[in-house]
């Protein structure tokens, strides 16, 4: 057996949850109150939020839902470990990766990592992590990584952290098969080296700097457009269009709107992301850095964006409307679904599963049977598309001032 004594468990965002755990373990410290980082601040400081919309019309050809994502989190198009590496370059921490293609060179790479004392996090296809459950959504055609801190093998089980309270327990087997679920991964483990000497205050203000300085020129002038502000705008282009190739009355038919819809309101609201499109996490940070950098312009900004968290909470919960019972009834188990991996974790896994099952269900027979007519399904796109139009509009005005804050 090769374990690591762990004790980080749980949280809202997949990725800054298993931040916050290996800067935990290494020792890293709020400087102010001697307590490890928080979660809220971790993710702001790796970068916070991020902006656009992703489609991938390879699913729907392939009748595997829409390929819809709503984008809410910085860096979430990149496949390498920049975004925990960022993170902790601007806290003055080494990190170290192993890559591999040869799975028992995967292995052998993670054992050595706990073996020498580190837990480690690994990049997996979500969709392949048996305790996910199958993620029935976009989402889960997006990398998850999360902590592995100790392995058993005489049981041929790993022992893992996630948003879950409690530890998680996976195969080896499965790990392995999550793993290499995406080439791009590489079979990917990142471990943090213990820093040397403790946190100071300057650093910790400098890298809450930076992290919005990150976040804002990604949000504005970000590498691609579909990854930043200007990917909403596509969205509210595409979204009750049925001349482009890729609008959504035309891509979207046969009753494959009910799976863009979901995945809508998925993306913003279930994914592991806080609610609200990350903005109610991103809301939190900013609150904790205006106390850290007595910064109250920051505080403003917090309640701004938690209140702009509700916009987009609103436009997830419009897209699948309450009136329409299979609609309503997808919204329901995507809620009872997160909750209770974030609450019960493994204590949950058969309500989890059964929920699982109910979706699969429920979206064939809501494609089969959809609910709606061309012309309610006009009226209910065009309604999101305003809604979007609004919200891009608020996006762009707090992503200035964010700017203005990171100067």
Known sequence: MTFVPFSWFGGRHGEAASLAGLLAHAGVKNPATGEPLSEPLCFGIAGGIGAGYSFCPSVVRYGCGSGVSIVGRHFSYATS????????????IKTRITETAAPKKAYQNLVDELAAGRPAAVWCAGSLLP??????????????SFVV????????????????????????ADLAAARAGVCSHKNRTLTIDPPTKPLTAATLKAAIQSGIRACADELIKGRMKTFSLPGWEILAKMIANDSSKDGWLK?????????ALRDLF??????????????NLFADFLAEAAEICKRPSLKVLSDDYRHLATGWTA????????KIKPFKESRDLLIKKRDLF????????????EIREKLRVLGKNTKENFPLDDAQSRELLGSLRER?????????ELAKRLAAEGK
């Open 315 to 322: 436009l997830a919960t419009a897209a699948l409307p309450g």
């Open 251 to 259: 891509v979207f038919q046969n009753g494959v709107l009910y799976y």
């Open 81 to 92: 470990g920049v975004w925990y590496q960022n993170a902790c370059e601007r806290l003055g």
């Open 131 to 144: 305790f996910m459950h199958g993620i029935e959504t976009s989402c889960g055609l997006w990398m998850h």
């Open 266 to 279: 998925d993306s913003i609201e279930t994914c592991g992301n806080g609610g609200g499109l990350y903005r």
């Open 342 to 353: 974030e609450t019960k974790g493994a204590k949950a896994d058969k309500q989890m599963a």
């Open 388 to 396: 979007i139009i609004a919200l891009h509009r608020s996006e762009e």
């Open 149 to 172: 801190y100790g392995i058993d093998a005489d049981q041929g089980i790993a022992s893992g952290a996630d948003r879950a309270p409690m530890p998680l327990m996976i195969s080896l």
